[in-house]
């Protein structure tokens, strides 16, 4: 089963694909979800109203990944380097739970600054 969502920001939206751990479950039941993101480097990162545990958490992701970062309760968005990256490797603050996959061209995501408001829901 596909569960495919829209990422809206305030002048583009975006589409992505969430996989199939509990920590998308999750976040598929609380859909809609809107708030207001956050950068750090060229990652996205904005509060949804759900709590895990790390759950086969990554202290490094690829390239457009989709994750929940447990120590802040929040969904990430990586389309590239952040402060702590290293050379061919794109690495969050601290361990995140990869949740899926943006469809799609992810350059547009630079755009975005910090205070925009976000909406995530179901396609």
Not at 27 to 52: M, R
Not at 73 to 79: D, G, M
Not at 80 to 103: C, D, F, M, R, W
Request: proline share 7%; net charge negative.
């Amino acid at each position: 089963m596909s569960r495919d969502i829209k990422i809206t920001f305030e002048k583009l939206s975006i589409l992505a694909t969430l996989n199939n751990s509990s920590t998308s479950d999750k976040l598929w039941k609380k859909l809609p979800i809107e708030s207001s993101v956050s950068t750090w480097g060229e990652e996205i990162y904005f509060s949804i109203p759900i709590n895990d545990v790390e759950e086969n958490a990554k202290s490094v992701v690829d390239l457009g990944d989709l994750a929940f970062w447990p120590p802040g309760s929040a969904f990430c968005l990586f389309f590239g380097q952040t402060p702590v990256s290293s050379e061919g490797a794109i690495k969050p603050a601290s361990p995140v739970n990869v949740i899926g996959k943006v469809l799609g061209d992810i350059e547009p995501l630079k755009s975005v600054i910090s205070g925009e408001k976000v909406k995530i829901e179901k396609v």
